[in-house]
């Protein structure tokens, strides 16, 4: 067997390599995304993106019920759009098996909640694995595969981001061949929920989840460790972990299935301490169902459900020992992510902020318009509600306000649940402006394909989704489209259709910065004529970061490698300071 | 080797950081250790602050280096650097990459670049190691390859066998960058 450092996330594609599975599908969403990108090696598995996780879903719950294997993978609010038809396979189970991947942010290191999905498991009534390095990772993901099957149900393996993103050590093996051929096979009492047969089948789900429970006291993946017999410690994950780190004498009950608990296992084991922990990250899950079988713990009311566990966090929070912290005084001035040099959303935000406009965001890249100096996004919530939140917000508003809310969106968001408030703008006739800023690719995530970027996931040509068709098919009669490198352009249009008392929508045209395939000609970079330059700072309000001000010379310089040349700094100049390199 | 050690990689998204940290963790792959490496991916990639956690020894477990316990601090800029040394034990030594790249706030001139770092860096760590990778890089001829100049001098402190760090960057560098890199990688261990 082959010794090598994989990622979380590129164990859990290899186990579902390994597993035989023949189907992936996902949406992309930090800190998932490397799964499908990983599992795109693997040629024997046909591996797509969705517009969105419910599709994702379905797309794998398809592919199930034909008789592959089959992989799904999201983020953890990931799950909140693919709920519905989540709650429901777990009453008709499957055919082939079916992995559920769902990678949590505890930290909220790039994401808009800190939900925690292993409530998903307990609501859904659907069995969940949870690894706490690369090797159970890849190990967990084969059992899940092989529990589908055998219980006739959904599996959720979790992760979080420090599984996802963290590397260690795995043992490779060869692809499974021992797996059942897809065929049609109609069984509509399985499949078919009307609630007749729905009825049926909750009865089979709860008596599912008891077997579950017996079951799961007795394999491998629920262990204890013996250490000095004083102190007994619950816990799973990546928790696991940290307490082999802080409390290394301690006897550990580590558990690989999170639910349903095993709660036999629990009881013997709870027995035979005294001081008894759970340690788990974000919501005292496990805590809770062990406080219900009347046995006392301690845990949250020591350690934090907000934010992730590291080994001083442990200590700090358990046993009051002071920790180190990375220096965070005034002295050292923060850096937080910045839209890049050249990319096209800058201009937009810079014109809205002068228009005064109410922003409701949504999730991208774009979101960083937020940041100042362009400050100009008012809200962001989830995914599309940046349509449905203007229609709302404009509905209680004076006309005077009304003309002030813009909705502002990506390409791949608006795909992913935005179009559906499109229509609903149009239809319940919102006065409100929406933005869609087609920068053709999924960018915050790592640049992944959709249905707007004319490839697939294995790069293979795509059929290309005409934004400007689509709105107007919904019904939006007035669709303008517009170049962001314009400023003045760009200007007339936002003030124009602000002012517009009907539905509006302006798509940009630009393509993210960072896709060289869509890029023409790469532009020469600009410098600033120190003659010209009166250091008036104008340019700095973009908030580009080839654009530095030089506080001895008091001018603005700009940084020639990583200028692209898109020349929204010049348009900002009054005195013509910006000068293409090659000019002189 | 009976306990873990703890490199904590530090700078700016876009520096190539994670390859770094990708080429340290093959070498203690293939000298035979537990290993493991932590890092976020994510919004922190544009232009923002990011770390890298490399940890090994016999047998690893959190890979996240508890606070406080880095034995090496490597770093490719000097505010960045500043910003994790209370991580470092007493007796860590830091590498650091004589360079600084102006957060958001400073390019725009709101606040400004502190100064006397390296001073900061060497009163506190009187082993510290900085590195001149500019120019290094521009001798070795690719100003892109600064951070193997780096992975050269923080080579040059660790006891690993030469010939794992080559045939570590071997595997993950592509055949057409190689020479230039093995060049800086040479002149970086030359430095340190």
Known sequence: MKKTLLSGNEAIARGAYEAGALVACAYPGTPSTEILENIIQYEEIDSSWAPNEKVALEVGIGASFGGARVLVTMKHVGVNVAADPLFTLSYTGVNGGLVLVVADDPELHSSQNEQDSRNYAKFSKVPMFEPADSHEALEYTKLAFELSEQFDTPVFLRSTTRISHSKSVVELTERSTDIQQPKLERNPAKYVMLPGNARKLHYVVEQRTLDLEEWSCKQPFNRIEKGAGEVGVITSGVSYQYVKETLPDADVLKIGMVWPLPKQLIRDFASKYETLYVIEELDPFIEEQVRAMGIDVIGKDKLSICGELTPGRVKQQLFDQEIPTEDVSAELPQRPPSMCPGCPHRGVFYELKKAKAYVTGDIGCYTLGFMPPLSAMDTCICMGASVGMATGISKVLSAEEQRKVVGVIGDSTFLHTGVNGLMDMVYNKSTATLIILDNRITAMTGRQENPTSGYQLNKKEAPRVDMEQLCRAVGVEHVTILDPYDLAKTKEVIRTEMAREEVSVIITTRPCMLVPRDNEIPRPPLFVDNDKCTGCRACLQIGCPAITWDPKLKKSVVDKIICTGCDVCKQTCKFDAFQECGDK | ?192
């Open chain 2, 1 to 192: 080797m009976s306990e873990v050690k703890n490199i904590l990689l530090a700078g700016v998204g876009g520096q190539g950081i994670l390859l770094a940290s990708e080429v340290i963790s093959e070498v203690m792959l293939m000298a035979g250790l537990d290993v493991k490496k932590n890092e976020i991916h994510g919004m922190s990639q544009r232009g923002g602050s990011v770390v890298s956690h490399v940890r090994y020894g016999e047998k690893v477990y959190s890979s996240i280096i508890p606070e406080g316990e880095v034995d090496i601090l490597f770093s490719f800029e000097l505010l960045e650097t500043c910003r994790y040394l209370p991580l470092l034990r007493k007796d860590g030594q830091v590498v650091v990459n004589n360079w600084k790249i102006s957060p958001p706030g400073v390019a725009r001139g709101a606040q400004e670049y502190p100064e006397n770092l390296v001073e900061n860096i060497q009163q506190q760590f009187p082993s510290s190691k900085i590195v001149d990778g500019l120019n290094l890089a521009l001798a070795a001829g690719n100003p892109k390859t600064v951070n193997t100049v780096l992975i050269g001098a923080l080579s040059n402190i660790l006891s690993f066998d030469r010939a794992l760090w080559v045939t570590a960057m071997e595997k993950m560098i592509p055949q057409r960058l190689l020479d230039v890199n093995m060049k800086a990688f040479e002149l970086g261990r030359g430095e340190a």
